[in-house]
């Protein structure tokens, strides 16, 4: 097959070729789904024993045992958004029972992250949708015309440490014990049977290993995974090339193939993701489970035309701080340097040094 460019004249035909191409990979292999479920719950479940072990020899292999447990976590949450997409199995009802189950494990409510994750695949890239599953993202224009309390909240927001160590832990220990104002009655019910499931697989693995112990091993594997997880996430839809528009000139399939990004991962770092590097072939068809997306991938030369982000090309990522409608592109807070906002008192310059990182004022970078 011949490769495709993205020409301006070519790219309606093409994106549409792509979306024919990816309904053959859609079908869910109960044999694939199994052993991943093997392959995944048995170790993670052997982890947990081995670090309540390890506290008793070393707390740096507890460590080590953490970190490795984490990376079974993200495949467990993977395993969860296939579910939630009703690609894992073919079976609705097997999909919704594993995700509830995974979801406990993860500390997520099934049918409300749904919910909230099918508007994120509806809306990613639009300018005029956000504000549902996504990273808060503020246009320049946007910035300048906030008020003070908004624009530092943001930058508080945007704060690597913040973002990606405090915001996961939240995320997922306390933002979703409660459902949203806007969630349906499933939904809401799925948060609180969630929260009642956490309860109890806490008191019984307080039972076995003791409170203290638990809360400990826990948490930490939450931290590990919830920092993965929501780094997986930004680099997806915050990499530089990425494709934002308003809601009269979006479409769909350009922005499941230029608003999510191909981030080509290390083998290992890409079995634990369990493929969801390849996110540009997930949104442009969700159906399609995890193991299926690098077959679909490598299978027609069409995808080759996608610029894939490495590793360390990705981090990157870390100096996009907001979306310029003018030059189309993500940048940092250094453009704002010559650009007047009304947050210049000599007051509000200090509280924002006192709390931001050096490397967010912007006057440190451009």
């Known amino acids: ?211 203290k112990t638990y809360l400990l091993l826990q948490l930490g594997l939450l931290l590990v995974a919830g920092v993965a997880g929501v780094w997986l996430f930004y680099v997806q839809h915050q990499f530089e090339g990425v494709y934002w528009e308003r809601r009269e000139e979006w479409d769909y399939c350009t922005a499941a193939l230029k608003g999510s990004s191909f981030y080509k991962l290390p083998k290992i770092l890409q079995w634990f993701s369990g493929n969801i590097g390849f996110h540009h072939i997930h949104h442009l068809s969700p159906r399609i489970p995890n193991y299926n997306l690098e077959k679909c991938h490598r299978a027609e030369a069409l995808f080759q035309t996608v610029k894939p982000v490495g590793l360390f090309a990705s981090f990157k990522a870390l100096t996009f701080r907001l979306w310029d409608e003018q030059r189309r592109k993500l940048v940092g807070f250094g453009v704002l340097k010559n650009r007047p906002h009304g947050a210049g008192s000599l007051a509000w310059r200090f509280i924002t040094r006192l709390f931001l990182a050096p490397g967010n004022n912007p006057r440190s970078r451009t």
């Open 1 to 211: 097959m011949t490769t495709h460019s993205l020409s301006t004249k070519e790219e309606p035909t093409a994106t549409s070729k792509w979306k024919q191409i990816v309904t053959r990979y859609e079908q869910p292999r109960l044999r694939h789904s199994l052993w991943q479920l093997i392959n995944t719950l048995i170790p993670y479940g052997a982890l947990w024993y081995l670090m309540y072990l390890s506290l008793g020899v070393s707390h740096w292999l507890t460590g080590a045992l953490a970190l490795l447990a984490g990376g079974f976590l993200v495949r467990v949450f993977i395993i969860f958004h296939d579910c939630g997409h009703g690609s894992f199995f073919k079976s609705r009802k097997a999909n919704h029972i594993l995700g509830f189950i995974t979801g406990v494990l993860c500390f997520t409510p099934y049918y409300h992250w749904r919910w909230e994750h099918a508007l994120h695949h509806a809306s990613a890239g639009d300018l005029d949708r956000r504000g549902t599953g996504d990273v808060w993202t503020l246009t320049v224009q946007e910035y300048l015309e906030a008020s003070r309390w908004t624009r530092f909240t943001y930058r508080l927001a945007r704060n690597p440490f913040i973002l990606f160590v405090l915001a996961p832990v939240f995320l997922f220990l306390i933002k979703q014990r409660f459902p949203s104002k806007q969630a349906g009655r499933r939904e809401r019910a799925s948060v609180h049977c969630t929260n009642l499931a956490v309860l109890a697989m806490g008191a019984g693995f307080s039972c076995l290993f003791g409170f």
